[in-house]
């Protein structure tokens, strides 16, 4: 990272750091490295930047953080001069503000698009990673920033006679850039997480006969979507310098709300009642944060659960299609919540029809039809919204070789391992963007990418300072983090539910719950102390000599986990 590195370092294709996707942490990344003078090269398998909201263009799509939160917030005048449209902005929208960002901060210039990255191998004499991508070319760096997103990887399911299917078929998680016109047409979508969610109700308006075959009832929460006003831009606008303070250091989640200061049971029947009803009403994710016990109580979230199953059977006219909508497998919340605009009530729509697949599986799909128990249900199109191999898909398509020649994937076998979500031991030099053990998909995004984000920076602009040129976790510390992040996961309801958090949409794929729990502003607090202690837990080196940073992570640390 010397100063002339810039212009040696791209006549010889050498960087200080390649970041491996264009999304909202690549895109950031790249802004922070380029402001401390670094060299460096994105690589993009996309045409364009904004990862998850290039790819999720399917009918519906919008984000379930409302839009005044989703947003950077390294910028003052970015955020005061952007004018988001609704309370929860549509993916079009988000795509349009990821493209402004890029243009306002000049990205582009080092941003390969179309172009995967296949592999990267770091060579232990030289302390460079080689990087090889799809246009078949090479490139080394000294660092490697994994922006590879968590829910990037589509997941096909693996349903007998798929590729039979005459008709079109489409996977939420990588629609057509050109607009898709159900009109006339009758489609099938099968799954129902946010994606299906979201989508049913749009399809049903164009399609002649929608039929959703659902595997698992879900939890859904109204939206209450709007457009907004003037007024409500510039509340935001003029708080935000405490709204960002709050998400950042307060919330567990990273989105700006009330705190609970009580737990459901400590609520009357009435009272408890009421307070559900008023968050129902309001809409939104926040309808989780009324008590501060329904992640942690069973009897605590069967409040919350019952409440929800009464309104399905309040909206769905017909009993058994209503008793079929009602999740019953698992406590609200442990699988990611919904958040939709007439879900619920799409299914009175006379060309709607829901399909239980939980008794009797899809036995096949045939040319022109879903057949379940026996029955043809015909259709013209397809539409898959099954989901993501999450987490660590994105990152397991990569060939990558650290120390010895170990595979992330060999070292990942059994479950993701990493120190604080950001480094794994003997893959020195390589971080990861919200990665698995780190709050990443359990909070808002944007604001998870933007610790992540300024954390690496510094710790580049430390080692920059010192003449240090390598910096790997070291095990202890990682052991330690996994144990933390396993115990405090286990303290909570999540770990009942087979939900993509644990794995368990994949086929095969170890059941280890990934992200980090312990909340958002425990977690920047923890990542802190480590950088203020010298990187506490990780291995330094320059030159070949290494340094431990001062001890490794105390199992105190369990006692940040907020109540929640
Ligand atoms: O995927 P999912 P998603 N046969 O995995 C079913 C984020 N997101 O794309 O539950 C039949 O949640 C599967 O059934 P089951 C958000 O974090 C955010 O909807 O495994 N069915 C399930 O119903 C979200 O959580 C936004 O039994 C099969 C569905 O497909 C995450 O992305 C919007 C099947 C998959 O649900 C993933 O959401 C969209 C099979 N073989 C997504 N395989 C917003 O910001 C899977 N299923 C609003």
Same mark, same amino acid.
């Given at each position: 990272m010397s100063a002339t590195s810039s212009v040696t370092a791209k006549s010889s294709a050498t960087y200080d750091v390649v970041v491996v996707g264009a999304g909202f942490a690549g895109m950031y990344m790249l802004h922070r490295l380029r402001g401390q003078g670094m060299t460096a090269r994105v690589f993009e398998q996309g045409s364009g930047v904004g990862g998850t909201w290039y790819w999720n263009r399917y009918p519906g799509a919008r984000c379930d953080v409302e839009s005044m939160q989703y947003s950077y917030s390294f910028s003052e005048e970015l955020q005061q001069e952007w004018d988001w449209s609704e309370r929860y902005a549509p993916q079009p929208e988000i795509l349009k503000y990821a493209n402004h960002v890029a243009d306002r901060f000049d990205l582009r210039k080092d941003i390969q698009f179309d172009t995967r990255v296949e592999s990267a191998v770091f060579d232990e004499v030289t302390n460079l990673w080689s990087v090889t991508t799809s246009d078949g070319k090479t490139v080394t760096a000294k660092f490697v920033v994994l922006a590879t997103g968590c829910l990037s990887n589509a997941r096909m399911p693996d349903i007998k006679g798929l590729d039979q299917f005459k008709g079109k078929v489409y996977h939420t998680g990588h629609w057509p850039h050109e607009a898709?016109?159900? &009109?006339?047409?009758?489609?099938?979508? /099968?799954?129902?997480?946010? %994606?299906?969610?979201? %989508?049913?109700p749009v399809i049903a308006e164009q399609a002649?006969?929608?039929?959703?075959?659902?595997? &698992?009832? #879900?939890?859904? /929460?109204?939206?209450? #979507?709007?457009?907004l006003t003037d007024a409500e831009r510039k509340k935001f606008r003029d708080n935000y310098p405490e709204i960002r303070r709050f998400a950042r250091e307060v919330a567990r989640n990273g989105i700006y709300t009330e705190m609970p200061d009580r737990g459901a049971l400590d609520d009357g029947d009435n009272e408890r009642r009421a307070k559900y009803e008023a968050r129902w009403q309001r809409g939104g994710l926040t309808f989780m944060s009324v008590y501060n016990n329904l992640g942690l109580d069973k009897a605590a979230n069967d409040t919350a659960a019952d409440f929800v199953r009464e309104k399905i059977a309040e909206i769905v006219k017909d009993p058994r299609t209503a008793r079929a909508l009602q999740p019953n497998d698992h406590p609200i919340g442990s699988k990611r919540i919904c958040i939709d605009t007439d879900y619920f009530a799409t299914f009175n729509r006379p060309n709607v029809t829901l399909v239980d697949i939980k008794s009797n599986p899809i036995e096949e799909i045939t040319e022109n039809a879903v057949r379940v128990a026996g029955k043809d249900y015909e259709v013209d199109a397809l539409v898959l919204a099954t989901g993501f191999d999450a987490m660590t898909g994105s990152v397991a398509k990569i060939d990558m070789k650290g120390r010895g020649g170990q595979t992330l994937n060999q070292k990942w076998a059994a479950g993701p391992r990493t120190y604080l979500g950001l480094m794994s031991a003997g893959f020195p030099n390589l971080f990861v963007i919200t990665g698995p053990g780190s709050p990443s998909v359990l909070s808002n995004m944007i604001v998870s990418i933007e610790q992540h984000v300024d954390w690496i920076a510094d710790c580049l602009a430390y080692m920059r300072e010192r003449g240090l040129d390598t910096m790997e976790a070291s095990a202890d510390a990682e052991d330690k983090w996994v144990d933390h992040v396993n115990e405090v996961a286990a303290a909570t309801l999540y770990p009942q539910a087979n939900s993509w958090y644990m794995g368990a949409n994949v086929p095969g794929k170890p059941r280890i719950f990934m992200p980090y729990i312990g909340g958002v502003g425990p977690y920047r607090k923890i990542c802190d102390e480590v950088a203020a202690k010298g990187y506490e837990g990780f291995v330094m080196g320059a030159g070949g000599s290494a340094t431990q940073g001062r001890g490794v992570i105390s199992r105190g640390i369990v006692t940040l986990l907020p109540s929640w």
């Open positions: 898709v016109d159900f &009109t006339g047409q009758r489609v099938a979508v /099968i799954g129902t997480g946010s %994606s299906g969610i979201q %989508s049913v002649s006969h929608l039929t959703v075959f659902q595997r &698992t009832a #879900n939890f859904s /929460i109204p939206a209450r #979507n709007a457009p």
